[in-house]
């Protein structure tokens, strides 16, 4: 594991919302941060669908952490505001978030993210929602 | 309990989300819906606070619930978007989210959010999320 | 004049697309600024109405200047982010964006506006569009 | 001219504020829409940039003939509501909006946009605002 997954990795154990939604953390690049959820009742909203904010935990997550590995040293990264867009209804077995940093300066990063459904046991999937965020590089 | 508590908290016990962040419904109105949530380690990001995520789910239900009381006879709610600023660190005892319609159509809601962040014992709080969102009516 | 009016009325003065767009000035408040702009067919979109770009212009001086009245001194605003959603057709004789600071930190401030539609001769309106915004204080 | 242009030019010809703010039709492919606009002083914010709101508004003309391209026969579009993030000053000799239709239903589509910044006279830019919109399609 490499310094950059380390340092990702720290901080998503210490998450303690993304253990209670059973999500992990599936991919850590520089930029790019990826975080798996499998779909289960305790996510639901009320047609039994995973809840918007479940989505939005894990896309939310997905651009701090892809911000994190573009702060400063000693940075951490907090969100400013975000906004999502949901594409449909969030049907799936599995969910995967992924978080992409667009542009980073001195002390924010825009970030845009993407949840993807996976309804079968294969590849396919469709997005079901579209984060825009800003994050901000604070002193720890 | 009147018919629009009744409507509204059918929908709620339906939602395993809420469940799982320990969330309940205090106020159900006309046009406003309240949901609170006592803090706990299972909602927090790395630091200990509540996690954005947390945060932004019980807002989100309590516009799309401020919404459904605002709904033509049959209709469901969903979430078409919504955008969320985090005002400071999500640091409290209890969290209270407040829902609200600002414009409600035909087809779509507007409503704006807040949710407030208790310290200590008594009624003082800091608003530590704002929220504006819109909100589709669609036939169930 | 007192010396936030003059502080905002220079930096207005200064923004070319507020004359283009004819606009003006209309008020400035510690933490609240309203901006008027008479309609005109040069604002309009392909209907005849004011362009969803028309109104959301004058609204983000709003909440700029907004910000700015509760800046730290030296400090000029930059706009981050802004969303806006339009509740219905903007069909007016004039408009008023309405600007005002929620939360203001060290380094940036978070505004809601709104810009309000007058059809007749009175002061009657109808609230054509609503924002949620994220400015920056910067060094000047 | 094909048929898609031709449906988005007439409309955009009626657009005023486009000729305002000097605003061409630059390509209309299915799903993508480009406007063009010279940078001059009657667009700037008060540092003699492109203020946000010129910039916001070819984006969003981009976006809403974006989901023009992708509309049901006979329906026309409206802004729901959109977000922007502004990544740099807009500093710029010219400034190219890029409008994409991410996904499409039957009475909406949500789209990304870019604004380009070309500062010297080749193909080189910066991007200086990010868009996510909602745009709803009404029978005309």
């Known amino acids: 594991m490499d ?13 303690g919302l993304m253990q209670t939604l059973g999500a992990r953390l599936a991919r850590v690049a520089a ?7 499998p779909f289960g009742a305790a996510l639901s909203q009320q047609h039994g669908y995973a809840h918007a904010g479940s989505v ?3 896309v939310d ?3 701090g952490y892809a911000a994190l590995t573009r702060a400063p040293a000693g940075s951490e990264v907090v969100t400013v505001e975000f906004k999502v867009n949901f594409l449909r209804p ?7 978030a992924v ?10 990063a825009v970030c845009t993210g993407e949840v993807r459904a996976f ?19 604070v002193q720890s």
Do not use: P, W
Not at 3 to 15: M, P, T
Not at 90 to 96: E, K
């Open 3 to 15: 310094e950059l997954h380390e340092r990702v990795g720290r901080s998503f154990a210490a998450q």
């Open 31 to 37: 930029g790019e941060v990826e975080i798996e959820m």
């Open 56 to 58: 939005t935990s894990i």
């Open 61 to 63: 997550s997905a651009c």
């Open 90 to 96: 969030a049907i799936g077995r599995r969910f995967l």
């Open 99 to 108: 978080g992409r940093v667009v542009n980073a300066g001195r002390t924010m």
């Open 119 to 137: 309804v079968g046991e294969g590849e396919d999937y469709k997005v079901v929602a579209l984060m825009q965020a800003t994050m901000a590089f």
